[in-house]
């Protein structure tokens, strides 16, 4: 499916950068947000297959994508392709019913302090914290993952949860 366009659809108008850190599925979560849609609309819209687990996805552990999709994000950003193709995960999602994230890491990135961005070094659980901030990963529920369409509402999502767990931090400390 070539969503509307009778042949191939023009280049995005602004495209955010893909990060070499970041797992693919960030940046199609960036991406979509920038156009104020849901990662699947993104899909349906532009012809991507990106073999994502209906009717809830779980847009940002999508692990591999084929050559031809890789070839179409490529020219609709206007990135290299190999920069895609080095973005790309193991062939699919663990089995955890968790994925972990360092929050300091997340919120200011130093590629580009305007631009949050997911790391994939937080989809492999085998890493037991932050090596940069010291600090135990912060975990979030898949289930909460596949309530957020794209990467702005996310970060929306973990910017509550950071705000209410910093307050209740501060309630206890007080406290004593």
């Known amino acids: ?13 602004v495209a955010p950068r893909p990060f070499a850190v970041e797992p693919i599925g960030g940046w199609l979560g960036r991406v979509a947000a920038r156009y104020r849609m849901s990662v699947d609309e993104l899909a349906l819209q532009y012809g991507l297959e990106l073999a ?74 085998s890493l037991n914290g932050c090596a940069i ?7 979030l529920s898949i289930t909460s993952l596949r309530k957020c369409d794209n990467f702005d509402k996310l970060l929306r999502l973990i910017s509550r949860r950071e705000r209410r767990r910093r307050a209740q931090t501060s309630l206890a400390n007080h406290r004593r």
Request: proline share 14%; with cysteine.
């Open 1 to 13: 499916m070539l969503g509307k366009w009778p042949c191939e659809p023009p280049a995005w108008p």
């Open 52 to 125: 994502l687990d209906r009717p809830g996805s779980a847009w940002l552990l999508v692990g591999r994508i084929g050559g031809p999709t890789i070839e179409r994000l490529a020219r609709l950003a206007r990135v290299d392709p190999e920069s895609l193709y080095a973005m790309q995960g193991p062939a699919g999602p663990g089995q955890s019913t968790h994925i972990a994230y360092c929050p300091s890491c997340l919120f200011l990135n130093p590629m580009d302090i305007t631009a949050p961005c997911w790391r994939q070094e937080w989809l492999c659980a």
């Open 133 to 139: 901030h010291a600090q135990p990963w912060t975990h």
